[in-house]
């Protein structure tokens, strides 16, 4: 697409807008309900909705599928990372009332980062064509990494602050407790900072790995860093709602590493395909149309497989719970003398 400095900044600008009106919104700590978090999800997917019907009426039909593709496949990308915020929100303890302002915080950090990814993204790209090479070899990795965490159950194990992190709290020390909304307090005549900032600063920095496998996907379905960028920002405005309402969900998609290392996987030979083909070697390059009906297939038989799976883990559970429960009750009535009541009375 051939996007102009004005689009540019009036697409910026509302976005920033809609920011603000999040941040409105959301301005008071409050338990996020299920109801309000369902409501500004379908408000989100809405919006990035619309946004993909201005891309086709502007733009027409291929820009129009890469942004779609892109927006689903970042989108994925975003549930899978709301796991690992689970794990720092648990880590930290945070209270359920500041969890949604330490997520506004978070989707913020993560788009100036994104940012930056994606013009250090285009300016690599157009120097250097073979970058892609790179880019679908470490796309084919990192899929290769979700396979084997996910078979060693990665999203089980508990979160480990990263040596910056542990940096930043020796030097400026952190409060022994959360003081509200607040970033920094005087304790015992010293500028501290609260736990608050803390688990914001980590929720940001741990954003800087996601980014190092989500920038590289969506660059292996467009090359057009205006799509890149509004992909990856509507995929993460609604990233806050989407962790108060699916969060009981998150347990139950087993299988969505498995998923997305097959979505990653299947990019990364992309780019390769790309690569080889600018090079003058004559393969088969795959479309956006067959990209965007591969990611959504997968993702359905991901999320199916995954509640199958659960459902049947429960009733696994259920029926043990119920074995022990009634073997547990044979001992007991084993021990009992005979002609005595479970109650101790004598019958």
């Known amino acids: 697409m051939n996007v102009s400095l004005f689009v540019w900044l009036l697409t910026v600008g509302a976005l920033c807008a809609l920011v603000a009106v999040d941040f409105f919104i959301g301005r008071k700590p409050h338990d996020v ?34 942004f779609f593709a892109g927006y689903i496949t970042e989108k994925s990308l975003s549930v899978d990372n709301l796991f690992v915020f689970v794990l720092i929100m648990g880590k930290f303890a945070v209270p359920s009332q500041y969890q ?18 994606i013009a250090a993204g285009a300016a690599i790209i157009s120097t250097f064509s073979w970058v892609f090479y790179l880019f679908g070899a470490f796309l084919i990795w990192t899929a290769w990494k979700l396979i084997q965490d996910a078979r060693r159950g990665g999203h089980e194990e508990e979160f480990e602050e990263n040596k910056l992190l542990k940096a930043v709290e020796k030097r400026f020390g952190v409060a022994d407790r ?37 920038i590289p996907a969506i660059y292996g379905l467009t090359e057009d860093p205006y799509i890149v960028f509004t992909a990856n920002a509507f995929a ?23 998923g997305l290392s097959v979505i990653l996987g299947f990019i990364g030979v992309k780019l390769v395909l790309h690569a080889l083909h600018e090079s003058g070697v004559h393969v088969p390059e795959i479309g956006i149309p067959f990209s965007l009906g591969f990611i959504v297939l997968v993702l359905a038989v991901t999320t199916v497989t995954s509640l199958r799976a659960s459902a049947r883990q429960e009733r696994q559970e259920r029926q043990e719970q119920q074995e022990r429960e009634e073997q547990q009750e044979r001992e007991e009535r084993d021990e009992r003398p005979e002609g005595t009541a479970r109650d101790g009375s004598t019958v």
Not at 195 to 200: D, I, S, Y
Request: hydrophobic share 55%; net charge positive; glycine share 12%.
């Open 33 to 66: 309900s299920v109801r309000e978090a369902g409501t500004w999800t379908v408000v989100w997917v809405v919006l990035a909705c619309l946004f993909g019907l201005g891309v086709f009426l502007f733009g027409g039909g291929r820009p129009t599928g890469e």
């Open 100 to 117: 949604q302002r330490v997520l506004m915080v978070g989707v913020l950090v993560a788009l100036v980062l994104r940012a930056l990814f």
């Open 178 to 214: 959360y003081h509200g909304t607040k970033l920094w307090i005087e304790q015992n005549g010293k500028r501290v900072m609260t736990p608050m900032l803390v688990v914001m600063l980590a929720i940001g920095s741990t954003d800087v790995l996601f980014a190092l496998d989500s």
């Open 236 to 258: 993460l405005m609604g990233l806050r709602q989407l962790y108060f309402l699916i969060g009981g969900l998150l347990k139950k998609l087993v299988h969505l590493s498995y």
